[in-house]
């Protein structure tokens, strides 16, 4: 999730290889209070808050009543968002520090209430609770990029979602932001900044820092690395048609400097996100 702020003595990326037991480092327990306080106060000049929010209610266009699932909803930022429009959310996540977290900041009022917020402690895919085809829109945001088991979501996915119904998923963007292999440059002849990517196809599982430079408690993740072809195949196999695609750049604007320039000029030329929109095969699409 943290973009070019991974940890420097990790180790080399690995490619990913299948394995029949999949790992459960990815969880966010550890993390789980730094990342309510990064996100608090409705999440004021994040890119949570500033960007991916405004973009995704945009893109989902929420009705009152649509059944919505937030997937890996973390402290309930994004959910607590879509409840306001729809009065009727999902919001599951893998970490019970965090759901703990996300009924704390929820109105009392929207909690264990039909027609209010259902919060669960699950994997992303293994959502028992919900109906084969009971929803209407599903959205995972930066989270997918921390999930080991693609096909399985997106599968789960397609089961709970009805026919014609959407998936909205948010990732950093993966031909630009690869940790450990992707970084920023100085061109001092041309005076631009450039991103470097040193590879982009092959599928890698990556430790992340998730407080670099702290010397301890810094907690870690594991990231999954994927081209945009393993998402559109794992998509299709799934059931799903891919109807749009956006790429959101940076908001935010350099400190005063003689590189001020050439970086805001990068920061709106490439992209930091990419947010996929996924229609589910069958009925009327």
Known sequence: MWYDRVMTNAPKPLEVRKSSKPQKSTSWEHVAEWYDRLLEGNGAGTYQ??????????????????????????????????????????????????????????????????????????????????????????????????????????????????????????LNHPAFRIPRASGW?????????????????????????????????????LSFHRPLQSYFKALGKAGFGVVGMEEWNSHKKSEPGPRAVAEDKARKEIPLFLCFVCKKIGGNV
């Not at 669960?120 to 080991?148: T, Y």
Request: proline letters at 4%; hydrophobic letters at 40%; charged letters at 30%.
């Open 49 to 170: 808050k500033e960007l991916i929010l405004p973009n995704l209610l945009r893109l989902m266009d929420l009705k009152p009543g649509d059944r919505v699932l937030d997937l890996a909803c973390g402290q309930g930022f994004f959910t607590r968002e879509f409840f306001k429009i729809t009065k009727n959310v999902t919001g599951a996540d893998a970490s019970k520090a965090l759901v703990a977290l996300a009924k704390e900041h929820s109105p009392a009022a929207t909690q264990g209430k039909e027609g209010g917020i259902d919060w669960h402690v699950a994997e992303a895919d293994k959502l028992p609770f919900l109906k084969d085809g009971s929803l209407d829109k599903a959205v995972i945001v930066l989270a997918l990029q921390n999930m080991e088991d693609l096909a399985g979501v997106f599968k789960e996915c397609a089961r709970v979602i009805k026919p014609g119904g959407s998936l909205f998923f948010v």
């Open 185 to 221: 440059g100085w061109d001092e002849k041309e005076k631009s900044q450039y991103r470097r990517v040193d590879r982009y196809l092959s599928e890698l599982k990556i430790s992340i820092d998730m407080h670099p430079g702290q010397k301890s408690g810094g907690g870690q993740t």
